[in-house]
């Protein structure tokens, strides 16, 4: 009877700690939102930007297939393992028990069954090279600076661009704490046009930390909505 009592107490202590901390991540992730969601004052110090440039490069792949494509050069083959196949090798016979008959003796039966063997299968293995277009090098740039400017790449026959992108930073203090530095991506581009070193802004930061300047009429609102 204490053992029992034991075990319930102990059940009883791990449902109120799950509980508890269930509990507390909701607080958490209420008082997260909260801090995410409140305007904060920020100085900035720095502001610049990363561009990329995606390139690719045509040129000849070294590849191996069980067939062999169209376009394929400088071929050669080899007769190696290629899977493990099911292979029938013989039947074995198992008795096994079926309904119940009517006196209440179970009533057994033969089954034939077939048994199969592993057997390695080899075929031909074709190596060969084809001219593709493959990932090359991402081309960066950075400056600090508000006009975006891109690494000059120069396209060939042979080497091409596929895509650009930009990223923006923003360097800076929340709350007039200087010794707390912190560089943000953002995705305000106004912001980042108008962002200058030594000047207050108010901001929110997103749960991803990037970072958003809030406008006059959205803190009047806030102001508004907390009264």
Excluded at 33 to 47: A, L
Excluded at 84 to 96: G, L, S
Excluded at 132 to 142: C, D, H, I, L, S
Excluded at 192 to 204: C, E, L, Q, R
């Amino acid at each position: 009877m204490k053992e029992n009592t034991k075990d319930f107490l102990k059940k009883c202590g791990v449902a109120a700690l799950v509980l508890v901390c269930f509990i507390l991540s909701i607080k958490g992730i209420e008082a997260l939102i909260e801090h995410i969601s409140r305007p904060q004052k920020f100085t900035c110090t720095d502001y610049y930007y990363e561009s990329k440039v995606y390139t690719e490069e045509y040129k000849r792949v070294s590849h191996s297939d069980w067939n062999l494509p169209e376009g394929a050069e400088d071929v050669t083959t080899n007769y190696e393992f290629r899977e493990w196949k099911d292979i029938f090798d013989h039947y074995e016979y198992v008795t096994t028990s079926g309904e119940v008959v009517t006196d209440y003796e179970p009533e057994y039966y033969v089954e034939k069954r077939p048994v199969y063997k592993k057997e390695a299968v080899f075929d031909t293995k074709y190596y060969y090279y084809l001219w593709e277009w493959t990932p090359a090098a991402t081309v960066t740039n950075t400056a600090h600076d508000k006009e975006i400017v891109y690494a000059n790449v120069e396209e060939t026959d042979s080497y091409r661009i596929t895509g650009t992108n930009v990223t923006y930073y923003i360097a800076g203090y929340m709350n007039n704490r200087p010794e707390n530095v912190k560089v943000y991506t953002t995705k305000d581009l106004d912001f980042y046009n108008d962002a200058m070193p030594d000047i207050n802004y108010s901001v929110k930061v997103s749960f991803f930390g990037d970072l958003s300047r809030v406008l006059e009429d959205e803190i009047i609102t806030a102001q508004a909505s907390e009264g």
